[in-house]
Structures are given as C-alpha cells and as structure tokens.
T-cell receptor, first 112, second 115 residues
C-alpha cells in the first residue's frame, strides 16, 4: 500500500543551524509529494510541494527534491530560526483529487 | 478571503454520546475532506465529499458519517463515542479542477475530548 515514513523527532537545533528531515515513501503510480507544517495549536499549512520526479519544491528557505530513484523527499533548510519550531509532516497524494497520506510528523525545536 | 472554518473549536463529550462537527470550505471550493489527528500522530483520512457525494472513505468504522450541503459546507458525525475518538479533527477544502494534484487547505481543527 501507499505510505510515508519520516525520521522520528524531536529534532533540536541551534538557531542558524542546517536542517534535514528525512522522508521516504512507498506508492503505486506517480504520487505528488508535500511538506506540511503545524504550529502549536494550529491546523496544517502547506509548506512546499513537488508533483513529478526531480522537481524541487521551495518556500520560506525550505527545499525538498522529489527523488524517484530513492523514493525520498527530504526537507532541508540552510539556516533555521526560532520561529521554525513546529511539527513537520511529509505527505503524498496518489490520485489527483483524493486523500493525503501523512507521515507521523517530526517535531523541530530551534533554540536561540 | 476567509479560510476554512470549523466549529466548535473544542468539545468535551462522554463515552457513548454523539457529536457533530462542522466545516465551511473556502469560497469556491467544492470538495471537503475530513481527517483525524490523534495526539503525536499524522492526520488520517476519514472522508472526502465532492458535489455533495462521497468520493472516498478511509478505514474508519460505520460510527463515522458525514455529509455535504448544497453550499458545500460539511458535517462530520460520530456516534457511540469511544475514548479512542479523542483527537483533533481537521477539515480541508480543495478547488478540484484540471490540475495534476489538488492542494488541500486545512482549517484549524476541532479538538474533541471523550471522557
């Protein structure tokens, strides 16, 4: 079946450190891939997306590249800020107008 | 423009009771999906509705039901509540069109606590 596996958290970093959150997936067909962010007490916000192999999604300094050969979509940011502290979810969508399948989330804590 | 709105924000029920959660999609969006997010886990798909018809259903028991109204708002109903139904219930709307994918826009959620 279709699934998403994320690295377990929490990930604790100092401000301005480099961030990588690993995400791998299993899917039939050609999924679209997403990263969502959830700030404390809030719903989910789309951070970035990629719809086909080798696409790079980017937003607010975050990047992720759709790697079909390794079935991965790792999230990276060159210099994290305290305001980036949140839970990050990797997700896939196999059908064009259908459900999202989420990973279990990775909590990021950035210390000043 | 207003985003996806959900009501109520918080809700406390006891085992065996029934609950109704409400969602209003972004104006112009015709598809609504419901997700359950148990504390510490990722959201799990419950239902998707489009043009008032169920288009998909996740692996949830028949105690869970939903409907979509002519104005595209939606209700999620859960009967015979169990302690394990305690979760954040998220509603998402999407425009649904000729796109390769359909971005889903999430509401803030309803926090349900079952005692």
């Amino acid at each position: 079946g279709n699934s998403v596996t994320q690295m377990e958290g929490p990930v604790t970093l100092s401000e301005e450190a480099f961030l990588t959150i690993n995400c791998t997936y299993t899917a039939t067909g050609y999924p679209s891939l997403f990263w969502y962010v959830q700030y404390p007490g809030e719903g989910l916000q789309l951070l970035l997306k990629a719809t086909k192999a080798d696409d790079k999604g980017s937003n607010k300094g975050f990047e992720a590249t759709y790697r079909k050969e390794t079935t991965s979509f790792h999230l990276e940011k060159g210099s994290v800020q305290v305001s980036d502290s949140a839970v990050y979810f990797c997700a896939l969508q196999v059908d064009s107008s259908y459900k999202l399948i989420f990973g279990s989330g990775t909590r990021l804590l950035v210390r000043p | 423009d207003a985003g996806v709105t959900q009501s109520p924000t918080h809700l406390i029920k006891t085992r065996g009771q029934h609950v109704t959660l409400r969602c209003s999609p972004i104006s112009g969006h015709k598809s609504v999906s419901w997700y359950q997010q148990v504390l510490g886990q990722g959201p799990q798909f419950i239902f998707q509705y489009y043009e008032k018809e169920e288009r998909g259903r996740g692996n949830f028991p028949d105690r869970f039901s939903a409907r979509q109204f002519p104005n595209y708002s939606s209700e999620l109903n859960v009967n015979a509540l169990l302690l394990g139904d305690s979760a954040l219930y998220l509603c998402a709307s999407s425009p649904v069109g000729e796109l390769l994918y359909n971005e889903q826009f999430f509401g803030p959620g309803t926090r349900l606590t079952v005692l």
